[in-house]
């Protein structure tokens, strides 16, 4: 069984920054695709950033420039650098996980992490 925790999360300034961590736990064979999603209250979820097996990555319009994907995958870790951060950045951020684990295909959502921007 994988499982899949963030952390990180919290209350910042405007224009401050924070790192979320993603950890993936569990007899995981293989990683592939790794995304950060996140969900303001009254709206829909929306992808953040997300980063492929080879180091691609792709963000989300509106934090391009200003958050940056990376992954350890000596640690099985994906981190979400988010700096200049904005009050509309507000929302629990929630990482998803898929690879293989067990000789079978896993697809896992963390429980997510709230971030709060605010003075």
């Known amino acids: 069984q994988v499982q899949v925790v963030e952390s990180g999360g919290g209350l910042v300034e405007p224009g401050g920054s924070l790192r979320l961590s993603c950890a993936a736990s569990g007899s995981i064979f293989a990683i592939n695709a790794v995304g950060w999603y996140r969900q303001a209250p009254g709206k829909q979820r929306e992808l953040a950033a997300e980063i492929s097996s080879g180091g691609s990555v792709n963000y989300g319009r509106s934090v391009k420039g200003r958050f940056t994907i990376s992954r350890d995958n000596a640690k099985n870790t994906v981190y979400l650098q988010m700096n200049s951060l904005k009050p509309e950045d507000t929302a629990v951020y929630y990482c998803?996980?898929?690879?293989?684990?067990?000789?079978?295909?896993?697809?896992?959502w963390g429980q997510g992490t709230q971030v709060t921007v605010s003075s």
């Open positions: 998803n996980v898929a690879g293989w684990a067990d000789l079978d295909e896993f697809d896992e």
